[in-house]
DNA sequence: GCCGTTTTCGGCCCGACTGTTTTCAGTCG
């Protein structure tokens, strides 16, 4: 998609006018490069379709801005930018990537040092440059090279599953400290984001040098960065940044919806309270000219004062969703509780570690109805993939199994979606199959084209029911194969076919915005773990909150079925 | 630069912490 490329440029126009002392402008510039990040549209469509016109009607896209993004298209430059790039060295902005360095400083940096790059600072900082500036002193140099250090370590935003263990070690620290009423993770977390920038923590308590110091003691903790009375800031051995807020009760609801965002949540919602006479904080909403607290206890009544319904976690993306709860629109959003059973899993015939046994005992602890054993067909020779004899042994295996449980057991397989499109295993061996789950694992590097039409050949396929994991990525290691989903959705409605929410913290694929436009083409959604061993069927979580973040409801998901449902579904006579 | 049943001009979310300062600017979330 052309939108994130674009919100790209928006975000370095608006890094280069912050530098230049340009007011207002910057703000601007980033809000629309965020309201393009959340388009579930392309953005190159939009304009083919209704012009500059419909370009201009997004909001916080204004007359100027729709110019520049209708030159993109069409010329792949934005004339603006290129003057812009022209007023200050290229390596600049990176500058504004550490820690403690802002746009004030880089200028500074740029016009008292002649620093124009990070090596440039590296430099200035050994020579004990930046200390003697004025403004700056030794402090402030020191912690620039720390900034820097911590820099080059980590350049991505930690993903989702890595975070939340270590946000629940740290909560149970906090938990233990005396006098401590609640202690949670809001931010990102709270959200279920996919990746994290940092962790924000949020306790409520009197004692806050008690828990300050505990917090800022940790073992885990690297570096100090700040220690306050209500806010304290760390980063950790693993290098994410941490922070902690202690807070007066009256306030947990304000400081967690505050805390929890995202920021156009926020701002969206303290406008609103404009509108009604009050001023919203992370302390409560507050009478605007009495200064009279009016809420702030519990998120509930925060949103019930400010005249709407209260918005679950998961949608606060302003996504649309501050719409839908002023006019009692949002949806009845799917819980792990709804989850009957789990489509996918493998078994150590295949690359698992655990037998089919062990697995299907620990799905019916987990109190499902039903578990698919899913392994991966024969071309998946890394993978150990099942050969037809395999598969026909296994299929018998499954049916004397069941004879000692109560949950049943579907037999399935995660069948390849080979480059020409055909499945990895002959229709009489997939017609013995209670579930076909096809997946793309090779030629990751094809042509959109050519991939697009290799998984629609695939879901041409009257037995395939589910396509695994639609676009292939692994979240910071691999991008997603180049392929139309729109396309994709199409046919997938055309043909009747389930999308994958394939719930693996690494994977989480659909993705959000994925599962959000794929629902718009009518489509039924499959949350699977793809567990590779007994834990990992926990994993299922993830993919609920994926889920819940596309919108989703009980209805549009199968595993939430009876087995009479789901057999419909399936297009089986029975299972 | 965007936006508007108060406005087409004049606002734009709000506050904590730090360091370098004698009252505040810069950064961050």
Redesign the pocket.
């Known amino acids: 998609m052309m939108n994130f490329e674009l919100a790209e440029l928006f975000y370095n126009i608006a890094d280069i006018l912050e530098m230049l002392g340009v007011?207002?402008?910057p703000?601007?510039?980033r809000?629309?490069a965020r309201q393009l990040e959340s388009l579930s549209k392309d953005i190159k469509d939009i304009y083919e379709e209704g012009g500059i016109e419909a370009v201009?009607d997004?909001?916080?896209?204004?007359?100027?801005?729709?110019k520049k993004i209708t030159q993109y298209i069409e010329t792949g430059k934005i004339d603006?930018y290129e003057k812009l790039k022209a007023k200050l060295p290229e390596g600049l902005a990176k500058l504004?990537e550490?820690?403690?360095?802002?746009?004030?400083?880089?200028a500074i940096l740029y016009k008292k040092l002649k620093i124009e790059s990070i090596g440039d600072l590296k430099q200035a900082i050994t020579q004990n440059k930046i200390?003697k500036l004025?403004?700056?002193?030794?402090?402030?140099?020191q912690?620039i090279a720390a900034?820097l250090d911590l820099f080059q370590k980590s350049k991505e935003r930690a993903s989702l599953g890595e975070v939340i263990p270590i946000a629940n070690e740290i909560i149970n620290i906090l938990k233990k400290v005396p006098g401590v009423e609640h202690a949670m993770p809001a931010?990102s977390v709270r959200r279920w984001k996919e990746t994290v920038?940092?962790l924000?923590i949020l306790v409520v308590s009197k004692h806050h040098k008690i828990i300050m110091d505990k917090f800022t003691t940790m073992p885990i903790v690297q570096r100090i960065?700040?220690?306050?009375?209500?806010?304290?800031?760390v980063i950790l051995k693993n290098n994410l940044?941490t922070?902690v807020r202690v807070l007066e009760k009256r306030s947990f609801g304000a400081a967690l919806n505050y805390?929890t965002g995202n920021?156009d949540h926020?701002?969206t919602l303290?406008?609103i309270?404009?509108?009604k006479g009050y001023?919203?904080?992370?302390?409560g909403l507050f009478d605007r000219k009495t200064g009279k607290f009016i809420a702030g206890r519990t998120e509930e009544e925060l949103y019930k004062k400010l005249g709407m319904r209260y918005i679950e976690p998961e949608l606060r993306e302003n996504r649309g969703e501050i719409n839908a709860a002023i006019s009692n629109k949002l949806p009845k959003l799917i819980t792990l509780s709804d989850i009957r059973g789990d489509l996918h899993a493998h078994t150590k015939w295949s690359d698992g570690t655990n037998t089919i046994e062990q697995m299907v005992r620990a799905a019916q602890d987990l109190g499902y109805e039903f578990i698919c054993i899913s392994d991966h067909s024969q071309t998946q020779a890394i993978a150990r993939g099942l050969k037809i004899g395999q598969i026909i042994r296994q299929v018998a295996e499954i049916k004397k199994l069941q004879k000692k449980f109560k949950i049943k057991i579907l037999i399935g397989s995660e069948v390849d979606i080979l480059s020409n499109g055909e499945l990895d295993f002959p229709d009489e061996i997939l017609k013995k199959l209670d579930v076909v789950i096809g997946s793309v694992h090779s030629g990751f590097k094809s042509s959109k084209e050519k991939m697009t039409q290799r998984v629609i050949t695939a879901l041409q396929n009257k037995y395939l029911n589910i396509l695994g994991h639609p676009t292939g990525r692994l979240i910071n290691k691999r991008n997603p194969y180049e392929i139309d989903l729109k396309k994709v959705f199409d046919a997938a409605a055309q043909n009747k076919k389930i999308m994958e929410i394939d719930s693996h913290p690494a994977r989480l694929d659909l993705k959000d915005e994925h599962i959000l436009l794929a629902k718009q083409y009518g489509l039924k959604f499959a949350i699977n773990s793809d567990a590779h061993s007994v834990e990992q069927l926990k994993l299922l979580e993830f993919g609920v909150h994926s889920a819940r973040r596309g919108w989703l409801e009980a209805g549009d998901v199968i595993n939430t079925y009876k087995l009479s449902g789901l057999a419909k579904t399936l297009h089986r006579t029975k299972l």
Do not use: C, H, M
């Not at 004025?134 to 140099?141: D, E, R, V, W, Y």
């Not at 960065?225 to 800031?233: D, E, V």
């Not at 001023?279 to 302390?283: A, D, I, N, R």
């Open positions: 007011a207002w402008k703000i601007a510039y809000k629309a201009q997004i909001p916080s896209i204004g007359e100027s801005i729709a603006e504004l550490i820690e403690s360095i802002g746009p004030k400083r880089a200390a004025a403004g700056f002193g030794l402090k402030s140099q912690n900034g931010g920038g940092d924000d960065l700040a220690k306050g009375k209500t806010k304290s800031t940044q922070d805390f920021v926020n701002i303290r406008r309270a404009i509108e001023k919203l904080s992370e302390y």
